[in-house]
């Protein structure tokens, strides 16, 4: 089975069912239950808890059940010490949370990093896919 990690920006798609690309991320979410081992960052949960709630308004427990489904779909990768030390000190990454999102699926052992910025990972040594493409691989069954 595949090991895919999913970057917050995939996740939050599929929360808040944004066009045009709600539908492939609900694909990717059917494949994450059944055909690959789907992972997400710890941190990403904070980040997710705190768009909705502050940043969209969204009422507390449809919060917190967000969190409880993503948390039920998906192993979740720890943000250790060493993650963070890695991710500051990474200098192929501009941003520090992107490269957080890397030092965590680098920890897993994933085979892709899901994410629609693939320009936000560009010297990584996971491949990157977009859900869309992720998804194509998957039903031309080249996964």
Not at 16 to 37: G, H, Q
Not at 105 to 131: C, G, H, M
Request: contains cysteine; charged residues 25%; glycine residues 2%.
């Amino acid at each position: 089975m595949k090991k895919v990690f999913l970057d917050t920006n995939v996740l939050l798609d599929a929360i808040l069912v944004r066009e045009p690309f709600a539908e492939d991320t609900r694909m990717l979410m059917r494949y994450c239950v059944s055909t690959l081992d789907g992972h997400i960052a710890a941190h990403s949960l904070t980040n997710i808890f705190y768009i909705l709630h502050e940043g969209l308004n969204k009422p507390l427990e449809e919060c917190r059940n967000n969190i409880i489904k993503l948390c039920t779909l998906f192993k979740v990768a720890a943000v250790q010490k060493d993650n963070i030390l890695r991710a500051v000190s990474n200098l192929d990454f501009s941003d520090f949370e992107d490269a957080l999102q890397f030092e965590c699926a680098e920890e897993v052992l994933v085979d892709y990093i899901v994410t629609r910025n693939k320009q936000d990972f560009a010297e990584t040594s996971i491949p990157l896919v977009t859900p869309k493409e992720l998804v194509e691989l998957l039903q031309n069954k080249k996964l």
